[in-house]
């Protein structure tokens, strides 16, 4: 901004202003005020009477008049530099204002020091400045001395980034390697002013448009020193016109514009327009605007109007049949725009215009296809789907044909495949039912055979309860007879030691016969002695002969006796004998059956014990029979589910065939569809109602078995007399086709 | 043997005393033989002898009869009977043949019989086991035949002393 100062030849006016911008001070060389302007009088509030002849240190703050960089600064001003500050200056009334002050030595004729002038800056001022504007300092090598904070929002900045870095961090790099770059910094550096828009990089390559003015400081001798570069952010003003040049251009190069003079002559036509037509410029240029119009048209009071309302300044818009070059139809979207010039009056029409041709052909033909579409279409709705698309159409009907016949074509084979899938689900379903209708037989057997087999545990039951009661018995028995063995075989062998006993008392007897036997033979011989004795004494032993005679005689019986009596010992001996071996043959049969009887009674706890292990067997059978049966209900519930939802989809599948008879194909399809339907219906007269009748008995599980089959008979019956009605109806439907 | 006696005893006492002769009867073998109840000196059972060497083999050995050596001789052995198993059950009758005592073993006594002169029959020739020189005649019963034995003719008395000479 100072840079003013050093163009001496700046012309008066500008001095002028430069005068009634900035505060003015003049002193002599003792520091006298001499001269002082009036933007300086009213910012420190003097009159020019109150300080002429002054000394200038009114004006200054007297703590800085005191001080050693104040005295340093007068030096330097006595000695003729040009010496910058920022200060605070004391007006009237002790008023503090900001200055930043150029104190400029003034030198006369002879170059000798005259006078010290001050330029003052009101540092409120630059304070505004620096509040409105993007401020920046670089050094003259382009290095970053200061930034304000307008400056560094601008571009996305921390002062810290930038300090000490290159100005050409904000340029565009292709900007930055070329000469105008160089040239650039090089007039900064002879010290001149620069001032333009300038595109600038910001943070993260940013984008910013600036209105930006360079000023190199100069020091005293003329040099520069820095340069302080004032910026405005114009980057939405210039995206803005930006846009608005890139609108129109997009106008030209999406529309025919061609301008007319007033009279209808062609001035310019942009390519759009020329193609179009099929004319070149130098081909219409000049010639009047109904070369391009009907001949019938460019006759008619229609056409003269049409000029006279532009002429009028009317603006025109609407869609225009026109005339290309060797008697082209081309039909065009346009609008003539009267320009008016500054009195208001049009000085040229501009015609914006769009080719329809394509688009009214089109239309012509999408009429047509319409027509046909909704025709197809509406068959379609009502079911019918032999009717096709068959007119020859260019462009997007083409594009409709081919969708609508696909569509049709689709929706046939689609609608034939769900006959036939509903056809098929029909005779599963019907399978499905007929399979239920076995399980649910199967099942009740099933529950028949658990039934028996209850049954016959329950005899088991009973059966191996009589055979433990029976075996403790048969074990309490053998106990028993045990018992009595063992008794026998004592009395045994008490009638064995008798025998005994017997034998030895029989030799007793024995003995004592033979003693007797013993005497009766001795007492033979006695008398047999005194028998002979008795005969040698003669006739005086007669008598005692007599005697031995007798006593022979009483031997005689006496031995005979214990003959007989031994022979009956003997006899009795042997048979105690016998008695003895029988008996002890009893014994041994005895123990042979106490023997036996501990066999039997061992094998009977066996028995005992394996209808025990028999009767919890049984019980866990029983268990397991109760658990069978629970199932097998479980099973019979579902499998009336089962044959329900299969009964279901029956209908259901049916109902679908029903619905899918909406449909029309052609004759062919038809009879194979119509066909394939009687084989899915023989599939589906199988008895279905049967199942439930048949899972009715099944849940009875733990009842008598009741004679079912009469019931499944019947229901079978029922079922079968039902299907062959429904099987009719569909015949009848299907003729319909 | 009640029977016989009673017989006997129907035998005219007179008659008897001059005529009749008592015989004691014994068996060997079955048989029946019978001696003179006049040289029987006495009965009794038997016992075990005393075996002399160089003895005939009839010649059962000898016995001490109250202070008297007694040779006593097997009648079946001299029968030809083979030899008697004897027990106490076999009799020894004492007899005096000559100067001398023997005894002679037999199965049993059988009886005493009184038998007049003319129910002794003479011995046959050939019609015993016995030597015709041994018997002095046969008694006939009515069921059954007594041979009478001459004892002192048989057995060789001198041999028999010589032996018992020998054995002193």
């Known amino acids: ?737 | 043997m009640a029977d016989n006696f009673d017989k006997t005893r129907a035998i005219d006492k007179a008659e008897a005393e001059q005529k009749a002769r008592q015989f004691l009867t014994f068996t060997v073998d079955h048989e029946e033989y019978g001696v003179d109840i006049m040289t029987v000196r006495e009965i009794k059972g038997w016992t075990e002898t005393t075996r002399l060497p160089n003895a005939p083999e009839f010649m059962r050995g000898v016995m001490n009869l109250r202070g008297l050596i007694i040779p006593i001789f097997d009648m079946r052995t001299r029968l030809h009977l083979g030899m008697t198993e004897a027990t106490a059950k076999h009799v020894v009758i004492i007899l005096a043949v000559g100067e001398r005592n023997i005894g002679i073993l037999v199965d049993a006594v059988s009886d005493i019989l009184d038998v007049s002169a003319d129910q002794i029959k003479p011995a046959p020739t050939v019609d015993t086991q016995v030597d015709a020189g041994f018997i002095s005649g046969l008694i006939s019963l009515e069921s059954r035949m007594v041979v009478l034995l001459a004892v002192e003719h048989l057995f060789d008395m001198q041999h028999i002393e010589k032996a018992i000479a020998e054995a002193a």
Request: proline share 2%.
């Open chain 1, 1 to 737: 901004m100072l840079n003013f100062m050093t163009e001496a030849k700046e012309d008066k006016a500008a001095l002028a202003t430069m005068h009634s911008a900035l505060g003015y001070v003049e002193y002599d060389l003792t520091g006298h005020i001499i001269g002082m302007n009036q933007v300086y009088l009213d910012a420190m509030g003097y009159r020019l009477e109150e300080v002429l002849g002054k000394h200038q240190s009114i004006l200054i703050d007297p703590v800085y008049a005191a001080s050693a960089e104040y005295k340093r600064s007068l030096e330097r001003q006595l000695k003729g530099d040009i010496v910058t500050s920022e200060g605070k200056r004391i007006g009237k009334n002790g008023k503090e204002v900001w200055f930043q002050v150029v104190y400029a030595p003034v030198f006369d004729a002879n170059k000798k020091l005259k006078k010290i002038a001050a330029y003052l800056c009101i540092a409120g001022q630059i304070a505004a400045i620096q509040k409105s504007q993007a401020v920046i300092e670089f050094n003259m090598e382009g290095a970053v001395l200061n930034a304000n904070p307008n400056f560094l929002n601008a571009l996305g900045y921390t002062l810290d980034e930038i300090m000490g870095k290159h100005h050409s961090m904000f340029v565009d790099p292709a900007y930055r390697a070329s000469i105008e770059y160089s040239e650039f910094w090089a007039k900064l550096n002879r010290g001149e002013y620069q001032a333009a828009e300038y595109k600038r990089i910001g943070k993260g390559g940013k984008e910013v448009w600036i209105q930006a003015s360079y000023n190199p400081i100069l020091d005293l001798s003329g040099k520069p020193f820095k340069v302080v570069k004032y910026a405005t952010d114009t980057t939405k003003q210039k995206m803005q016109n930006a846009d608005h040049a890139a609108q129109i251009a997009a106008i030209g190069k999406a529309q025919a514009v061609i301008s007319f003079n007033m009279d209808g002559t062609v001035i310019d036509a942009n390519p759009n327009f020329l193609n179009a037509l099929g004319y070149t410029l130098e081909e219409i240029r000049g010639k009047h605007h109904s070369l391009f119009v009907d001949p019938a048209y460019r006759n008619s009071v229609d056409y003269k109007q049409f000029w006279e309302n532009l002429n009028r300044g009317e603006y025109q818009a609407a869609e225009y049949k026109r005339i290309g070059k060797g008697g082209k139809e081309v039909w065009i979207q346009a609008s003539y725009n009267p320009i008016m010039d500054l009195n208001g009056k049009p000085f040229k029409v501009v015609k914006y215009a769009t080719d329809v041709t394509q688009m009214v052909v089109t239309r012509i033909e999408n009429e047509m296809g319409m027509n046909e579409a909704v025709k197809v279409l509406t068959g379609v709705a009502a079911g019918n789907l032999t009717e096709k698309m068959t007119l020859d159409y260019k462009g997007t009907f083409a594009d409709i044909k081919k969708a609508v016949n696909a569509t049709v074509d689709r929706l046939y084979d689609m609608v034939k495949n769900i006959i036939v899938a509903a056809q098929s689900v029909n005779s599963a379903a019907s399978e499905i039912a007929s399979g239920s209708t076995d399980l649910s037989q199967r099942t009740e057997e099933q529950a028949s055979s658990l039934e028996e087999t209850a049954a016959s545990m329950e005899e088991i039951t009973g059966t191996v309860k009589q055979n433990s009661s029976n075996a403790a018995n048969a074990n309490e028995l053998s106990g028993k007879a045990n018992q009595v063995a063992s008794d026998g075989g004592k009395v045994v062998e008490d009638a064995v030691s008798a025998m005994g006993s017997i034998e030895k008392s029989s030799q007793k007897i024995s003995d004592i016969i033979g003693v007797i036997d013993e005497i009766a033979f001795q007492t033979n011989l006695l008398a047999l002695n005194a028998a002979v004795e008795a005969a040698r004494a003669g006739d005086a032993g007669k008598g005692f002969a007599v005697v031995a005679s007798e006593v022979r005689s009483l031997a005689g019986r006496s031995a005979s006796a214990s003959k007989e009596i031994k022979t009956l010992i003997n006899e009795s001996a042997q048979q105690v004998r016998t008695g003895a071996t029988l008996v002890n043959q009893a014994g041994d049969t005895l123990k042979n059956i106490v023997s036996s009887v501990k066999q039997v009674s061992t094998i009977v706890s066996e028995i005992a014990r394996a209808s025990q292990e028999q009767a919890n067997g049984i019980d866990e059978i029983n268990t397991a029979i109760t658990q069978m049966d629970e199932v097998t209900q479980q099973n019979a519930a579902l499998v009336e589910e089962n044959t329900a939802a299969a009964q279901s989809m029956v209908e259901q599948a049916q109902s679908l065939e029903r619905l899918m008879s909406f449909f029309t194909l052609n004759e062919q399809e038809e009879g194979m569809v119509a066909h394939s339907n009687i084989v899915a219906m023989d599939a589906g007269r199988k008895p279905v109602a049967s199942a439930r009748s048949a899972v009715k008995s099944a849940s009875s599980v733990g009842n008598k078995p009741k004679p079912t089959a009469s019931h499944h008979a019947a229901a079978a019956h029922a079922s079968a007399k039902a299907v062959p009605k429904e099987n009719a109806n569909y015949d009848k439907e299907w003729k319909e086709f």
